[in-house]
């Protein structure tokens, strides 16, 4: 096992390894709820080699057995573990960043959390994580680079060369541009919902299932990322205009909200270099 320290620094790299590993459990303590892993997105890829695990997710419950490889999104609605007696031996890779988590969503919304993946493409994973573990991830670059290798076998497999994403995935795809492409204006989930062209509960629960967690969570999420980035990086904008960049008309809202993520003022995050920390993520999370 081992895991992976992120980049520290203003730089954040779009596909991250967070840890990997090879295991064998027999102890029912083995028990991931996704609900209670923190609120920083980020997946979990594990291969079944032998024995048999459990999934929950949602509302289904799968038997993960041989040959069986298992896509999960952190925060979500699920849950793996080894019942008493059992034994379950499996490889991982967890990772992070935007263009990793891009690309699992859009496997997630058509292909579901268990996949059957091609005897080479397993190979290929479990290859990117022994290099990993055997000196990959010394530097970022390196790093990064092996786990976006694994990001793009897995979606290869699951595409083939010519991809045809399911319409409920475009669907998420045009709300998600929407929202990126109007954070600075008020984002109702009734607007979001017309964008997709569903009712307003149809589409709560479409987007729940596809994103793991709720069009107002997202919205919200989104804008806190802007206001980082600005934050950081536009460093004489004052905090105020920060706020109503990000979609904030109330700066005290602005400051409540991001200290509660975040555990510091948006003045205190600018200037201690708490980004930093924002950048690193979760780190040793599986």
């Known amino acids: 096992m081992k895991t992976v320290s992120l980049p520290r620094g203003r730089q954040r790299l779009h ?3 967070t840890s990997t590993g090879h295991e064998i459990r027999t102890d029912p303590s083995y028990d991931w709820d996704g609900r209670k892993r923190g609120q920083t997105p980020f997946t979990v890829l594990q ?6 695990g459990n999934l929950r997710y ?13 896509l999960v999104l952190v925060p979500h609605n699920h849950r793996y573990w080894v019942e008493p007696g059992g034994r379950w031996e499996f490889f991982w890779i967890s990772m992070n960043g935007e263009e990793a988590l ?6 997630l919304a058509v292909a579901g959390p268990v996949l059957r993946l091609q005897p080479h493409t397993i190979e290929h994973l479990a290859d990117c994580s022994l290099r990993l573990m055997a000196g990959g991830a010394e530097t970022p670059g390196r790093a990064s680079a092996i786990a976006y290798e694994a990001a793009m076998a897995l979606y290869d497999d699951v595409f083939g060369s010519h991809p045809v994403l399911s319409q409920e995935y475009r669907t998420m795809q045009h709300v998600i541009d929407h929202i990126v492409g109007n954070l600075e204006r008020p ?30 969570a997202f919205v919200l ?9 600005l934050l950081t990086r536009a460093v004489g904008l004052p905090v105020k205009e920060v706020a109503i960049m990000s979609g ?39």
């Open 15 to 17: 596909t991250m390894p």
């Open 47 to 52: 291969h079944t080699i032998s024995g048999a």
């Open 58 to 70: 949602e509302n289904r419950t799968f038997r993960l057995q041989e040959g069986d490889t298992m």
């Open 102 to 107: 891009r690309i699992h969503r859009a496997i």
């Open 187 to 216: 984002l109702p989930v009734e607007e979001l919902a017309k964008v997709a062209g569903l009712s307003r509960a149809h589409f709560s629960r479409m987007f729940a299932a596809s994103e793991g967690m709720s069009p107002a």
């Open 221 to 229: 999420q989104k804008r806190l990322q802007r206001a980082v980035s």
């Open 248 to 286: 904030f008309e109330d700066p005290n809202y602005f400051a409540k909200v991001f200290r509660r993520v975040f555990g510091a003022s948006p003045t205190e995050f600018r200037t201690t270099g708490m980004y930093a920390s924002v950048d690193r993520g979760q780190q040793g999370e599986r």
